[in-house]
């Protein structure tokens, strides 16, 4: 990884409640030299990351996590003009239209295509 690649030091919010995929998107990212902010299982724990991390760059959100849906993370992530994507089980017609501009993946997904969408 040289200095000039475009995806070191990229700061990534995880927000992913099943640990395994969690896992490899981290290591996804951090093989391609971004920074992984997270994990996080909960909208709790990523409200606190967002408010309490100066910089993020990009994250990758699913939407249904440990039974509550992850809105107010992508309101709060537009608030702050982070770009996201979602990362979720759901059909992309679910997703409130006023998140029209997020790229949406399926499951099961490849976390290296999430990944070089985020980064791109």
Known sequence: MTSTDPSAGYRVLLVEDEYFL????????????????????????ALDLITATARLDG???????????????????????????????YDQETIPKRYARAQFFGKPLVAAQVAEALLA
Request: glycine share 10%.
């Open 59 to 89: 994250a990758v959100l699913d939407i249904n996590l440990q039974g509550e849906m992850a809105y107010t993370v992508a309101d709060a992530l537009e608030a702050r003009g982070v770009p996201f994507v979602f990362a979720t089980g």
């Open 22 to 45: 969690a896992q490899e998107m981290a290591e996804v990212f951090e093989s391609r030299g971004a920074e992984v902010v997270g994990p996080v299982p909960s909208v709790e724990e």
